[in-house]
């Protein structure tokens, strides 16, 4: 079984509610017609009721839930929470929870819905701006970040051949406070999306003080503060890729004891320059399969949706979505 | 200084939790006032709300100061 169909058949196990609010757009309403055939979850499509309806009837079908946010039932109670926790005036609340981002993220925060899958009509800084504003972060997370799941063709490494880099979408220059919150983010998800048991390596272009840079340096820190934080993570660095995954390799440039060093299976790099493009490199040349990139660190799950998103791309972050939810309970 | 300079600093200094007194056009939004571009979300709804000018979750990042602010807003009023 391929790893989408195992977190499709978890899906499964407990239907969730999942939140579009883009849900006119025809590309969303056709992954939400599949996902409540197949009885994967439970869509809602959230905008202007005409425009929805007429979408999912565009597509022959009719079962699907609905919210128009600007006549639902619960506006006013969300305006009114939103401006009482935020101490805002009711009309300033208003102009942010009617938008049906803002509306979907207030469902997820309510509880309402499991989980929200959004972007496919607006850009991801606008997405992640809402989610963290209404949703808001895990205890403990300063920032959001993201992970791939690669499937290496051939590679008998990591997990069973599968591995995790993190954060190729999300944080662009993270400071060592901020590394260290990818890393603990990504080792949770990990543990509750997939069961492993996290072996998490810092990535730089030095290993364990080889270089002295600043940017190495940072790493460092980062792996010191995660083991503060986390002591019972298995985390080690600053380490160069070729330690982190050959064990000849480690035994050679690691002289201190790791469970880590030479079989990690989550990569956390540096930057997202390195984890974009270390991700993509491994896509085009070895072939992988990427699954992602898969927010972590919100307070509920959430997916971006790239703009160029098919019904499947869609149908599956959806799944990952209801699975991330599952776990987190 | 202009009513919208005066609007301007009055809910930034909402936003930011600081006594408006403390800001000037200078004032950098987020290395001085540690505004994060999340509550810049609240800011543009809280400018739309008082100055009736539209401003989009893009336009409000663009300004690194609240001088800019006020420059972007008096250019959509015009």
Redesign the interface.
């Known amino acids: 079984m391929d790893i989408l169909s195992f977190f499709e058949e978890r899906a499964k196990k407990e239907p969730r509610t999942i939140v579009f609010p883009e849900g006119s757009n025809s590309v969303i309403a056709e992954a939400a017609l599949r996902l409540q055939r197949g009885k994967v979850a439970r869509p809602l499509l959230l905008g202007e009721a005409a425009s929805v309806k007429a979408t999912i009837a565009s597509l022959g079908g009719t079962e699907l839930d609905t919210i128009d946010p600007r006549s639902d039932r619960r506006l006013e109670e969300y305006v009114a929470d939103y401006a009482r926790e ?1 101490a ?2 009711e ?3 208003r ?2 929870v009617t938008e049906p981002l803002g509306f979907a993220a207030m469902m997820v925060k309510r509880g309402e819905a499991a989980g929200m899958v959004g972007g496919i009509n607006c ?1 991801t ?2 997405l992640l ?2 989610c ?2 209404i949703i808001g972060l895990k205890p403990g997370l300063s920032v959001a970040s993201s992970f791939y799941l690669m499937d290496i063709p051939g590679y008998r490494g990591g997990e069973d051949g599968l591995l995790i880099f993190a954060d190729p979408a999300i944080q662009p220059e993270p400071g060592a406070v901020e590394l260290a919150d990818i890393a603990i983010a990504t080792a949770a998800s990990a543990a509750a999306l997939l069961g492993w048991q996290p072996r998490v390596a810092m990535l730089s272009f030095s290993t364990k003080g080889s270089a002295d840079h600043p940017a190495a340096e940072k790493v460092a820190q980062a792996v010191e503060l995660a083991k503060q934080r986390a002591p019972e993570l298995l985390i080690d660095g600053e380490m160069q890729l070729d330690a982190a995954l050959v064990e000849s390799v480690a035994r050679q440039k690691i002289h201190s004891e790791s469970a880590v060093a030479g079989r990690a299976n989550i990569l956390v790099f540096p930057n997202l320059d390195a984890a974009n493009i270390g991700s993509k490199l491994v896509q085009q040349l070895a072939g992988a399969r990427s699954y992602g990139p898969i927010l972590q660190g919100f307070a509920a799950p959430v997916s971006d949706l790239s703009r160029s998103a098919t019904p499947l791309d869609v149908f599956n972050s959806a799944v990952l979505v209801a699975v991330q939810s599952t776990a987190d309970d | 200084m202009s009513h919208i300079a005066d609007v301007v600093i009055e809910t930034v200094a909402a936003v930011a939790k600081k006594d408006a007194k403390e800001i000037g056009v200078d004032t950098r939004l987020a290395e001085d006032l540690m505004v994060k571009s999340v509550n810049r979300i609240e800011l543009a709804a809280l400018l739309e709300d008082r100055l009736e000018v539209p401003i989009g979750n893009f336009d409000i990042l663009k300004p690194k100061t609240v001088g800019a602010v006020i420059a972007m807003i008096e250019a959509k009023k015009k």
């Open positions: 935020h805002l005036p009309q300033v609340a102009r942010i850009p800084r606008d701006m809402v963290e504003l």
